[in-house]
C-alpha cells in the first residue's frame, strides 16, 4: 500500500505534548498512527497511548500495533465520547491529547466519495456508522438548507443558487456520483479545483457533523487532561481553527463579565493557559515535500487546575 498519511507538524506537535514520558496520551486522530508511532517513541516503560478513530479502516492498522507495542490500544469511536471511554477504561487523567483534523490522504484517495476528481457514489462519512451520506444530504436537504451548507462551511457566495441547481438537477433524476454533483456545481460556480474542493469540504463538514465534533472533543479533551498536561490541535481550514482558538482564549480568561464592568462577578476560573500564542506553522521544508501541510496550524494550551 502507498504511504497511508504522511503525518503533519510531525515533531513539533509531539515535542509540545509530551511532558511526561510515562503519562497517557490521547491520540483523538489516529489516522494511519504517524503521530501515535512518534509519540510511543519518545514514552517510556510506562507510558501508553490511547489511539481514537471513527474509521474502520484505521482499525486494522491500530490492531497491528497494539499488538506490536502493548503500550498502545485503540478506540473505534469519535473523539467526542473520549470522555466516556476514559472512563471505561480508568485511565484517570490523561498527560495529554492531540488531534490532527480532518481526513487522511488514504480517506481523500480511497475512501467513496470524498474527492472529486473520481467519478464515485456519493458518500464522504468517516463513520460508515452514520446513517446519513453525502447522497442523502444532497438528495434530501431543503434548498435553503443546502444554501446554509455552501454558505457556512463552504463560504460560498454563489450557495444559493448552487442550492436551487441541485434542486433543479434533483427534479430529472437522483444525484448519486461526484463527477454528477461536480457538473452541476460547475453550472453555477465554475469548475476550478479551488471551488470544487471548497464546496466538496463544506459537504463533507456537514455529513461528519465536524465542526460539532470538534467543539465536543475540545470540552471533552480538556475535561479529562490533568494538571500540567496538554492538548495540542492541528487544524486545516478557518473554521476548525477558529473554533480551537476561541475554546482556548475562553479557557485561559480569568473573567468574562461584559465589557465596561466594573467589579467582576462572573466567577470564571482560567483552566488552561495557551503554550502557543501564535500558532506554528509548517517550514518550507515540510510544505515543499507535502503540499497537504501547507495550511496546518498547531495550537497547543496546557492545563493548569
Ligand atoms: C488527518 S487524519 C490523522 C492522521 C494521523 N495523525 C496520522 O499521522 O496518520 C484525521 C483522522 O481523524 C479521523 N477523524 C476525523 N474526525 C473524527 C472524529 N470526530 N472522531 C474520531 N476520528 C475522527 C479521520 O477518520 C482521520 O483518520
Known amino acids: 500500500m502507498a504511504v497511508y498519511h504522511e503525518p503533519v507538524l510531525l515533531k513539533e506537535s509531539i515535542d509540545f505534548l509530551v511532558t511526561d514520558v510515562n503519562g497517557t496520551y490521547v ?26 478513530d471513527v474509521d474502520e479502516n484505521s482499525r486494522g492498522i491500530a490492531e497491528d500495533l497494539s499488538v506490536s507495542d ?4 485503540f478506540q473505534n469511536r469519535n473523539f467526542s465520547e473520549i470522555s466516556e471511554s476514559l472512563a471505561g477504561m480508568k485511565t484517570g487523567p490523561v498527560s495529554g491529547v492531540l488531534f490532527d483534523l480532518g481526513v487522511s490522504s488514504f480517506q481523500i484517495d480511497h475512501e467513496e466519495g ?5 467519478d464515485e457514489k456519493l458518500d464522504m462519512r468517516l463513520d460508515k456508522r ?3 451520506s453525502a447522497y442523502e444530504v444532497v438528495n434530501s436537504y431543503k434548498a435553503d438548507q443546502l444554501a446554509d451548507v455552501f454558505w457556512k462551511y463552504g463560504e ?8 436551487r441547481a441541485i434542486v433543479r438537477e434533483r427534479d430529472r433524476g437522483r444525484i448519486t456520483t461526484t463527477l454528477q454533483l461536480g457538473e452541476v456545481i460547475g453550472t453555477v460556480c465554475g469548475n ?20 460539532d465534533a470538534l467543539s465536543a472533543g475540545l470540552d471533552a479533551a480538556i475535561d479529562s487532561t490533568g494538571r500540567g498536561g496538554r492538548v495540542a490541535v492541528i487544524s486545516y481550514h478557518s473554521l ?28 470564571k476560573i482560567a483552566r488552561l493557559k495557551q503554550v502557543t ?4 506553522v509548517p517550514g518550507q521544508d515540510e510544505t515543499r515535500l507535502n503540499s497537504r501541510a501547507r495550511s496546518a496550524k498547531l495550537r497547543v494550551a496546557e492545563k493548569i487546575v
Open 27 to 52: 491520540d483523538a486522530t489516529f489516522g494511519g498512527g504517524g503521530h501515535t508511532r512518534e509519540l510511543l517513541s519518545r514514552l517510556g516503560r510506562d507510558g501508553r497511548a490511547i489511539g481514537f
Open 70 to 73: 502493548k503500550r498502545f490500544s
Open 114 to 118: 470524498f474527492s472529486y476528481r473520481r
Open 130 to 132: 452514520l446513517e446519513m
Open 156 to 163: 460560498e457566495s454563489r450557495s444559493r443558487a448552487l442550492a
Open 192 to 211: 476550478s479545483p479551488k471551488v470544487l474542493s471548497r464546496i466538496f469540504q463544506a459537504l463533507r463538514i456537514e455529513v461528519n457533523k465536524e465542526l
Open 240 to 267: 476548525e481553527d477558529r473554533i480551537v482558538k476561541e475554546k482556548f482564549r475562553y479557557e485561559a480568561a480569568t473573567c468574562v463579565c461584559p465589557p465596561r464592568t466594573i467589579i467582576c462577578t462572573c466567577g
Open 277 to 280: 500564542r501564535k500558532p506554528i
